[in-house]
C-alpha cells in the first residue's frame, strides 16, 4: 500500500467517523442535547406535580427523556453510572438521522399523551436536537459550481440521445 493509498484510508476513517459533521456543529448539536435534557428535566418534575394520571405519565417520560439525553450527549455528567460510557460510545457510533428519528421520537411522546405548553415547552429543545442531527444527515451544501456543470453534462447527454444540439432545435 503505498503513501497516497495510506492517507486516503485514512481521510476516509476521518470521514466516516465524523460523518460530514464539522466540529463547530457537532459540538451546537451536543450543547443542544444538554439544554433540551434540562428543559426535559426541570418541565418533567413540573409535569409530576399533577393530580392528572397523564400529566404525571408525560411528566416521567420527560425526566426519562432528560436522562438519555444526558447519557448520550454528555456522559461526563452521568459518572456514577457504570454503563455510562458504554451507552455514549453506542450512540456515537449511529449515523445522524438515526439520532434524530431518536430524538425526535422521544421529544414527541410525551406532547402525545398529554398536550399542554408545558410538555410543548419542554421538549421543544430536546425535538430541536432531533432536528439538528437530521439536517446533519443531509449533508453539506453543494456549490454553485458543481451543480452547473452537473446541469451542463445532463442536458449534453440529452442532446446525445435525442441527434440535435439546442441551436439546431430553433
Not at 129 to 147: E, F, I, M, R, W
Request: with cysteine; hydrophobic share 45%.
Amino acid at each position: 500500500m503505498s503513501s497516497e493509498d495510506q492517507s486516503a484510508a485514512g481521510n476516509k476513517a476521518m470521514d466516516t467517523d465524523n460523518d460530514g459533521m464539522s466540529w463547530w456543529y457537532r459540538w451546537m448539536c451536543k450543547i443542544a442535547g444538554v439544554l433540551g435534557g434540562v428543559s426535559c428535566a426541570i418541565t418533567g418534575i413540573w409535569s409530576c406535580v399533577s393530580i392528572n394520571p397523564f400529566s404525571i405519565a408525560a411528566g416521567a417520560w420527560m425526566i426519562l427523556n432528560a436522562c438519555v439525553l444526558f447519557l448520550c450527549e454528555v456522559p461526563f455528567c452521568c459518572q456514577f453510572i457504570e454503563f455510562a460510557n458504554a451507552v455514549a460510545a453506542r450512540a456515537d457510533k449511529l449515523k445522524p438521522w438515526q439520532k434524530a428519528f431518536f430524538y425526535c421520537g422521544m421529544a414527541l411522546f410525551p406532547v402525545f399523551l398529554r398536550l399542554s405548553l408545558t410538555t410543548l415547552f419542554g421538549n421543544a429543545i430536546a425535538f430541536a436536537t432531533g432536528v439538528l442531527y437530521g439536517l446533519a444527515s443531509l449533508g453539506k451544501k453543494g456549490d454553485g459550481v458543481g451543480y452547473a456543470r452537473l446541469q451542463h453534462q445532463k442536458q449534453g447527454d440529452e442532446e446525445k440521445l435525442t441527434g440535435t444540439t439546442s441551436w439546431e432545435a430553433q
